[in-house]
């Protein structure tokens, strides 16, 4: 929970909004997505944040709102770099994509198939486990039930008893002595593991680094080069300070001078850096049609986990979402049925994630369409 006194609500309701690039002819809905996002800020006690707006095949408006950084009072713009967390895993499909149209893999193919490493395994239900499981969270590990080993390293290095890693492979390899939580495909538990294996899958069927192969055949067609896991390297003006609120926060991710393995461990589930206008660039085009493939088995559910993305389905077509959140992050991506998209990046964690990013999903498109309806035509 956020602690009332963390940041003086009086200074954030004073922010003034920073406009940043507006780079498209588009209907720009200034005062209603402002307005969206300020109540948010001022809500969540956030200090700053960064939205990209636009449409497929057009260019983005990109806005910013409030503080980079308290200390100095230096606004958000444009070209800031912020950890986009778990916005990483729709990279990491789009990577896995790549080499399933390259017919080097397969969504069927099994994880003991493919990493002859992963056989040797305390519980026999590893080799059930499918790519495709591996992408949509049903692979049979459940942090609600166990604990989450990618994010918090001092509960990995004491439960796992490993030294601290600096990527994610010792823990992958120490969690193959533990039982799965559930059969391969028989639900749903959202599992960063499940794209530490991935990422070592891309390694091993590409025989390039995943970081390399992404930036290379994902995000340097696009024009989104400046993208990469962790922060080393990149100038201290163009990152944003992060601000925690909460108490237990994991140390490794709570501070704006993390050490950069924190980043690396969590890698393609959740270590990639971004602007937003090069996240924009990479979600913008149309997805891949096997990407809303619902998971086999399951229930009937309204929502679902598709590769890489969340799916909802609606009357007049299919809906993508994702969102991000860890110590000091917020991060959002969307992709209407009906073409807008719309990336938010934020340097707080709100009160209550699944809260926020419903909010944030149901308002942004709805001002953003208002918008786009009351603009003259001709």
């Known amino acids: 929970m956020i602690r009332p006194g963390m940041f003086r609500l009086s200074v954030l309701a004073g922010l003034a909004v920073v406009l940043a690039v507006a780079a498209a002819a588009w209907p720009r809905p200034a005062r209603t997505v402002d307005a969206v996002v300020q109540t948010f ?15 497929t095949g057009q260019a983005p408006e990109i806005r910013a709102y409030g503080l980079a950084e308290l200390e100095g009072h230096k606004s958000v713009n444009a070209g800031h770099r912020f950890r986009i967390a778990s916005l ?14 390259a017919r080097k893999l397969s969504l069927n193919d099994r994880l003991v198939d493919l990493l002859p490493i992963a056989a040797e395994n305390k519980d026999r239900r590893y080799g059930r486990i499918e790519v495709r499981h591996l992408l ?9 039930t166990s604990f989450e080993p990618m994010v918090d390293l001092t509960d990995s290095v004491r439960i796992l008893e490993i030294d601290e890693p600096e990527t994610c492979r010792p823990i992958a390899l120490a969690m193959l002595a533990r039982p799965l939580e ?23 069927v590409s025989g390039r680094p995943y970081e390399n192969f992404v ?24 990152l944003v300070h992060y601000y925690v609120a909460e108490p237990n926060a994991p140390k490794d991710l709570a501070s704006h001078s993390a050490p950069v393995h924190a980043l690396t461990v969590l890698g393609a589930a959740g270590g990639w850096t971004a602007t937003v206008g090069e996240y924009y660039r990479f979600v913008a085009p149309p997805l891949k049609p096997e990407t809303s493939l619902r998971p086999n088995g399951l229930p009937t559910h309204p929502d679902y986990y598709g590769l890489g993305w969340r799916v909802w389905p609606g009357p007049e077509g299919l ?18 049925h009906d073409g807008i998209v719309i990336v938010a990046l934020f340097n707080r964690r709100p009160a209550d994630d ?19 309806s009351s603009e003259p035509s001709g």
């Open 215 to 238: 930036r290379e055949k994902i995000l340097a067609p696009v024009g989104a080069t400046g993208m990469r896991i962790g922060e080393s390297g990149i100038g201290a003006a163009q």
């Open 136 to 144: 949509q969270h049903t692979a049979g590990w459940d942090r609600e």
């Open 41 to 55: 800020l001022h809500d969540e006690s956030i200090p700053g944040a960064v939205v990209a707006i636009g449409h």
């Open 319 to 336: 809906t993508f979402t994702h969102f991000g959140a860890m110590p000091g992050v917020f991060s959002l991506a969307i992709k209407t």
């Open 88 to 101: 990483s895993k729709p990279l990491t499909a789009a990577a896995i994509l790549n080499l399933v149209d």
């Open 354 to 372: 699944w809260a926020a990013f419903h909010h944030l999903r149901v308002a942004l498109p709805e001002v953003v369409r208002a918008a786009m």
């Open 182 to 204: 559930f059969d391969p495909g028989a639900r749903y538990a959202y599992s960063n593991l499940g794209y530490c294996w991935l990422e070592w899958i891309i390694e091993a």
